[in-house]
């Protein structure tokens, strides 16, 4: 782990989304440009003829050649005639000739990487449950160090739904 994040995050007080920094994180440690082909992962059925979608999806990339995964021979075949076409598509929506070459593989049983995007679901909670009461939060054993990071943590949660406890009655 990078120690000045690390101090950084030790020095924090409250709790803390790590999901506001991380890409700021990654492009940090991304010394040959990768993270600049992640808008064509995700917008990758957005940006390939509506015909391939679910056919053909990306598998990365090494220097120069995309690697496309095919969902079976007659569609490699296919886009095989058509890699200038699809490179060019690519390389405009990329604004740059990052690739050069296509490269594909046959699926052979494994699921395409697109099939089902995972999404986090966003959580949010209008009440507290029922079992939330004065007396049942903190039935956690106190024995956490409280200099470290579980031990404040947990001291803030307990402070925090016992304020919304308050607050409710």
Known sequence: MDWELKAKMM???SPKIVGNDILSFLSKKDTEGRLRF???????????????IGLVEPLGHKESTLMLLAKDSVVMQEL?????QLLDIINTYLK????????FQLANGRELLHKDKIVAPRVERNELPEYLTKETVGLLPEDFAADSIV????????????????EKS
């Open 11 to 13: 020095k924090t007080k």
């Open 38 to 52: 992640l808008p064509l992962w995700a917008n990758w059925d957005k940006i390939i003829p509506s015909n391939f």
């Open 80 to 84: 095989t005639f058509l890699a200038p």
């Open 96 to 103: 740059e000739n990052a690739f050069t070459k296509v490269h």
């Open 151 to 166: 031990g404040e943590s947990y001291k803030k949660y307990k402070e925090i739904i016992l304020k919304e406890i308050e």
